[in-house]
């Protein structure tokens, strides 16, 4: 059976605190559940955007908790934030029995998982340095990352699944998208946008790189370019497309 022991993410949940200056506030918001019914739930709105995703927590006794869910900010009305709940995929490990352990009252819900730790999708270097020097109070993961395995598997137009996919793999809450003269915060897991902001140099799309900025050989599709998925052709048309932009 797998045992996701609450003090083993201990350091992950707490370094989401940190203070960022948005239209929202990421840090970590944790309640408790009271008014379940079924796969849906309803907390106290504190001003979390629809998208916005967390966990479930269970406990089994005074020292023991494991992750049973993923919690999704569905809508919000009256000061109430209605949530929904989803399997908790992060940690899967095909080999192991899982736990099937519906959400309940009592148990903790934990919003803004991992939102300190974000994938930027730029469409240039020069572009990605201003964030890193712009964002500092995030912890990067660098799109080189992401490439290598758009690379290995000859994807050079990635989807909605592939970057949720990455999110997984490295532990990510947050997407942040350069699309045209503005940037998108993207939650990983509902794939939402929960919050823009405007960008200081409008994106020039003939410089821009396919799929975005990384420092690795071109990305192509399988036998040189005959068999797969195209590159795409227009970096912002295709991340307005992607985001529901358009």
Request: net charge positive.
């Amino acid at each position: 059976m797998k045992r996701y022991i609450l003090p083993l993410l201990l350091p992950l949940l707490l370094s989401c605190a940190t203070t960022m200056v948005w239209a929202f506030d990421p840090s970590l918001y944790q309640t408790t559940l009271t008014n379940v019914k079924g796969t849906t739930a309803q907390i106290e709105d504190r001003n979390t955007p629809v998208g916005s995703s967390g966990i479930v927590l269970h406990a089994f006794d005074k020292e023991h908790r494991a992750i049973i869910a993923t919690a999704i900010v569905k809508s919000k009305s009256d000061g109430k934030a209605t949530l929904v709940f989803k399997k908790f995929k992060r940690l899967e490990q095909p080999s192991l029995p899982e736990y099937k352990i519906a959400p309940k009252n009592g148990d903790i819900v934990i919003l803004n998982y991992l939102y300190n730790r974000i994938l930027p999708i730029m469409p240039d270097e020069k572009h990605f340095k201003t964030f890193l020097k712009t964002h500092a109070e995030f912890e990067t993961i660098h799109p080189d990352l992401f490439a290598a395995d758009l690379y290995l598997g000859h994807d050079p137009q990635p989807t909605r699944r592939d970057f949720q996919q990455v999110c997984r793999q490295n532990d990510l809450g947050l997407l942040y998208f350069a699309v045209k003269d503005r940037s998108y915060y993207v939650d990983c897991d509902s794939f939402k946008i929960l919050d823009s902001e405007p960008l200081k140099q409008a994106i020039d799309t003939p410089k821009s790189m396919h799929p975005f900025y990384h420092r690795l050989p071109k990305i192509k599709n399988r036998m040189g370019g005959i068999m797969g998925s195209e590159s795409i052709g227009d970096y912002n048309l295709y991340y307005q497309t992607l985001l529901g932009l358009k």
